[in-house]
């Protein structure tokens, strides 16, 4: 599986960005994805999930996120979404997208170290 994380750039306080996250090669029956995002000298924290694959689309948030952010799937283009709205100097990071097998659970979907699969990585600055 290959993912590949596109659309950062810089913005303004109160601006809005579209994150794309590109899925291509082998596909799963059970899946689900997720953006995570670090910031320079912090840990990798969780942003948003979403069920890829196998069932439905439940969708989990950070709740420093929540009613800002909305992630997507996009079936046509096999890709992962995410819409940041008003957005704030403390969401500037590099934004990743991630891929596990199995079914999106309540429990562990905000676990990084649980994904198998990583994009690259976006970077996303928001000035004051």
Same mark, same amino acid.
């Given at each position: 599986? *290959?993912? *590949? ?27 689900? #994805? ?24 439940? +969708?989990?948030?950070? !709740? $420093? ?13 096999? #890709? #992962?979404?995410?819409? #940041?709205?008003? =957005? ?12 596990? =097998?199995?079914?999106? !659970? $309540?429990? +562990? ?20």
């Amino acid at each position: 599986v *290959q993912l *590949q994380a596109f659309g950062g750039g810089l913005v303004q306080a109160g601006d809005s960005l579209r994150l794309s996250c590109a899925v291509s090669g082998r596909t799963f029956s059970r899946s689900h #994805m997720a953006w995570f995002r670090q910031a320079p000298g912090k840990e990798r924290r969780f942003v948003a999930a979403i069920a890829w694959s196998g069932s439905g689309s439940s +969708t989990y948030y950070a !709740d $420093s996120v929540k009613g800002r952010f909305s992630i997507s799937k996009d079936n046509a283009n096999n #890709m #992962m979404l995410l819409q #940041m709205n008003s =957005l704030k100097p403390e969401d500037t990071a590099l934004y990743y997208c991630a891929l596990d =097998l199995g079914l999106l !659970d $309540s429990r +562990t979907y905000y676990n990084w170290k649980k994904y198998a699969y990583w994009g690259q990585g976006t970077q996303v600055t928001v000035s004051s």
